[in-house]
Nanobody
Framework: QVQLVESGGGSVQAGGSLRLSCAASGRTFNTYPMGWFRQAPGKEREFVAAISGSGAITDYANTVKGRFSISRDNAKNTVYLQMNSLKPEDTAVYYC???????????????????WGQGTQVTVSS
């Protein structure tokens, strides 16, 4: 069983930065690929970024590539999402995800993903 707790959300002006953190429970954290999805009001949840268990492989949605960076610290059981050059369209609830299959974390299907955090709100104003 893996439990995920996000933090770091908040409000920022366009062009600003935020760093989200996701703390995971469980002794086998480094075996789990991790990722982030987001959901804007009235829209489906969408893939944002994913990272392999070792951190060697990362993947990003085209909408955030070059602006967002995913990383992990296995010693701290934590995954991060550094978000730079934020835009109003990045406004959403951001969810941390975990699954033994990295491909599942890339979406678009969400029901295949084993573990979800409770979500943290990110609001970007123009």
């Amino acid at each position: 069983q893996v439990q995920l707790v996000e933090s770091g959300g908040g409000s920022v002006q366009a062009g600003g930065s935020l760093r989200l953190s996701c703390a995971a429970s469980g002794r086998t954290f480094n075996t789990y690929p991790m990722g982030w999805f987001r959901q804007a009001p009235g829209k489906e949840r969408e893939f944002v970024a994913a990272i392999s268990g070792s951190g060697a492989i990362t993947d990003y949605a085209n909408t955030v590539k070059g602006r967002f960076s995913i990383s992990r610290d296995n010693a701290k059981n934590t995954v991060y999402l550094q978000m730079n050059s934020l835009k109003p369209e990045d406004t959403a609830v951001y969810y941390c995800t975990a699954d033994l299959n990295l491909n599942n974390l890339r979406g678009p299907q969400t029901r295949q993903i084993a573990y979800w955090g409770q979500g943290t709100q990110v609001t970007v104003s123009s």
